[in-house]
């Protein structure tokens, strides 16, 4: 059988003239309608939308459990495998002369700003602390919580979900498209990764069905970022004195967030980034990424200096060392009630945080997976792979070790008597700042990381608009009309109200783990078709048949 040439053009329909220029309308449109019913159906009828999604979201838990667990580990042997393959790691996102558009530290800024900073906040402290409080290690009674003898413990799960698999999983989407748009000139949109697998047919409705599940995925993953970004930021003004008002009492006597918080908030929070979209890729959001980079970098030092750095740094290299050997186990290993306590029990943790952590992700992956792509042209596969997978990964690790292992240190030792461990998930790190300082300094710091905070989330938000618009223009990069960033921005900003209305932070959860399980399996289809390239691209170089539009373009006329 000859080896053909790969197909290298990939028409999609879009509109010529009117709203819709330039925006393959049946994407866009159809990608509206699904995330305005959502906004609606979550405002007019919260309790009904709260119960629904709930219960979707535990079937989902019960009978995809598996599934969750092991197309993640694909995708970290996937890309691990590429990279480290001589052959395939050489191989160039792009054409031969391409050379990257921007500088290691920009393109790194924008990559770790857009894909983890503002988790990195709010769970750098929460979650070490939360599985030193509770883990699988706890449950199966190897290890007593809150003690010294779970600390590693702790460390091992926070990094397992922070590590090479939540990276892989953006790595996978990013380093599909890059090959496919770059080197074969597809557009910049998600079907053009499985066109291997159907070629010529994702320009019609299969097409349009893999972008619209994209789109609507993304925002939902981001929703559930925002949402956290959102309750923090609302804690850091309460810190430093915005006033009673963020808050309001809840019938058992405790409090929640107030409406008018969540609106002030997302007026703050979407208006920045909506203006910064506005202006691109290569002005606001590089920009604003390096400020938050280099605010990263001081508040990291300051913990360096100020916190607990001896148990920081322990928590760090014994913490590398337990998670790289538990990989293998922890990545594959899935619990299942079998009616036993301690089962229930596992399986439940399981679905509250590794399950929910593999679906967000991969909610969040079109998001970071075509921006990673948009951001990476000109890199080899092996330098992509390391620098979206291995040096984030470890960044996570140094702040998880550091924040987090001060605010166990601070309990540890009696220095915090609770004040961490008691404060709400959000509001952990402010706490743990107003242990170590005294309260002007403490105040000043929880200023920085406001500051810090709405950085992060203004590059996310924004990041994320300028994707989805990439989405629904057939992968077009160019500058989008303003109605179109001004009505995602709005729409961002109304499904994480409408979601914490309907039922708090648990509401965008279950919605996010819902709309990332259909994206899975386009993911996992996204896996297959880059190994299936990059081999059958192996072939056609040692046929001298050509595998770029560059190829094409070298070779003499006949």
């Given at each position: ?337 079998d009616g036993t306590e301690q089962a229930a029990a596992l399986?439940?943790w399981q679905g509250g945080w590794t399950i929910f952590y ?201």
């Amino acid at each position: 059988m000859s080896i053909k040439p790969p197909i290298m053009h990939l028409p999609i329909e879009t509109a010529d003239s009117g709203f819709y220029k330039g925006f393959a309308k049946n994407v866009t449109i159809t990608g509206k309608l699904l995330v305005g019913a959502l906004i609606v159906w979550a405002v007019a009828f919260p309790d009904q939308a709260g119960a629904v999604l709930s219960s979707i979201n535990g079937i989902i838990l019960a009978t995809f459990n598996y599934w969750y667990v092991y197309v993640m580990a694909f995708f970290v042997a996937v890309c691990l495998f590429l990279a480290i393959l001589p052959a395939s790691g050489r191989l160039k996102l792009g054409h031969h002369d391409d050379m990257p558009e921007f500088s290691n530290f920009s393109w790194f800024s924008m990559m770790f700003g857009a894909g983890i900073g503002i988790g990195m906040l709010t769970f750098a402290t929460a979650e070490p602390m939360y599985h030193w409080a509770k883990n699988p290690s706890t449950i199966q009674e190897l290890t007593t919580g809150s003690t010294a003898d779970n600390v590693r413990a702790a460390y091992v799960w926070s990094f397992t979900h922070w590590g090479l698999a939540a990276w892989a999983a953006y790595a996978i989407v990013g380093l599909s498209l890059a090959y496919f748009s770059y080197r074969r000139d597809l557009p910049l949109t998600i079907r053009s990764a499985l066109v291997p697998l159907f070629g010529h047919s994702l320009s019609g409705f299969l097409g349009h069905l893999v972008d619209v599940v994209a789109v609507v995925a993304t925002v939902l993953g981001v929703s559930q970022t925002l949402g956290f970004g959102v309750e923090q930021f609302v804690s850091g003004l309460s810190r430093i004195g915005f006033g009673d008002w963020l808050y309001t009492v809840t019938a058992d006597g405790g409090q929640k967030v107030s409406t008018a918080a969540i609106v002030f908030a997302l007026l703050v929070i979407m208006g920045a980034s909506t203006l910064s979209a506005l202006s691109g890729v290569g002005k606001g959001i590089k920009w604003l990424s390096n400020i938050n980079m280099g605010l990263s970098f001081f508040l990291l030092a300051f913990f360096l200096i100020f916190g607990s750095t001896f148990f920081g740094l322990q928590a760090l290299f014994l913490g590398i060392w337990d998670y790289l050997i538990s990989i293998p186990g922890n990545i594959m290993t899935v619990w299942v009630d079998d009616g036993t306590e301690q089962a229930a029990a596992l399986a439940g943790w399981q679905g509250g945080w590794t399950i929910f952590y593999w679906a967000w992700w991969i909610a969040f992956a079109p998001f970071v997976g075509v921006f990673l792509a948009r951001i990476s042209k000109g890199r080899t596969v092996r330098e992509y792979v390391l620098g979206a997978i291995v040096i984030p990964a470890f960044m996570c690790f140094v702040w998880f070790a550091i924040v987090g292992g001060t605010a166990i240190d601070l309990e540890l030792n009696g220095n915090a008597d609770g004040a961490i461990a008691g404060a709400g998930q959000s509001d952990q790190l402010f706490a743990m700042l107003a242990v170590i300082l005294e309260p002007t300094m403490a105040w000043i710091m929880s200023v920085i990381v406001v500051v810090l905070l709405l950085t992060y989330l203004v590059t996310s938000a924004d990041s994320a608009v300028l994707i989805i618009n990439t989405i629904n223009a057939a992968g077009d990069e160019g500058p989008k009309a303003r109605p179109h960033i001004l009505f995602w921005g709005a729409a961002l900003a109304c499904v994480v109200g409408g979601l914490i209305v309907a039922g708090g932070l648990g509401a965008i959860q279950t919605a996010m783990v819902i709309g990332a399980l259909p994206f899975s399996l386009v993911m996992a289809l996204m896996g297959v078709s880059v190994l299936k390239a990059i081999w059958r691209d192996s072939k056609r170089h040692k046929a001298g048949v050509p595998a770029t539009k560059a190829d094409m373009a070298a070779e003499p006329a006949e």
